[in-house]
């Protein structure tokens, strides 16, 4: 079974579809199936056009997007669940418990990649690898001000702030890339 990244933002039309395209382009030579929803999504829904605009110029197709409602068995399916923000987290755990130690805010776990210790050697499983290596560098960081974890919802911005987040999200994500490299 593939392992798989699954992003949760609100409407799923923003945020979550910026993030996993943008991984689906970072992870590309790694069999890693990326997908994102959403905590209050409407199922069937085409992505932001400013979204969109992003990406687009990343060298993505928005027009085969559809956004998705979350549901407790994407969490139980997904190897890591990665969240806009903290409310969204809890939203996660609440649905699917079981998923609590694999489940952070995307700008969370990529402050934990950026700290964690590469793995030694190659594995079998390298997002395991790399999220066991995130996980163990918590202990190492001082806490985080609570806004710092939260990726700011562009909604209502301009094109440049969507492109901003989308920045933002790939900062978070390039960590993760790299200890997935170094794993396997």
Known sequence: MADRVLFVCHANLCRSPMAEHLARRLLADRSVLVSSAGTDAMDGMAMHPYAAEVVTGEGGDPTTFSS??????????????LTATRRQ??????????ALHRTFTLRQFGR?????????????????????????A??????AA???????????????????????IERSLRPLAALIGAAG
């Open 68 to 81: 998705r409602t979350l549901r407790a068995e994407q969490l139980t399916d997904a190897t890591l669940v």
């Open 89 to 98: 987290r809890s939203v996660c755990t609440s649905l699917a418990p079981g």
């Open 112 to 136: 934990l990649a950026a700290a964690a210790e590469p793995p030694v050697g190659s594995t079998d499983d390298p997002l395991g690898a790399a999220i066991a290596a995130a996980a163990s």
């Open 138 to 143: 918590r202990g190492r960081l001082q806490p």
């Open 146 to 168: 609570p806004d710092a974890d939260d990726l700011r919802d562009p909604i209502g911005g301009t094109v440049a702030d969507f492109r901003r987040c989308a920045e933002e």
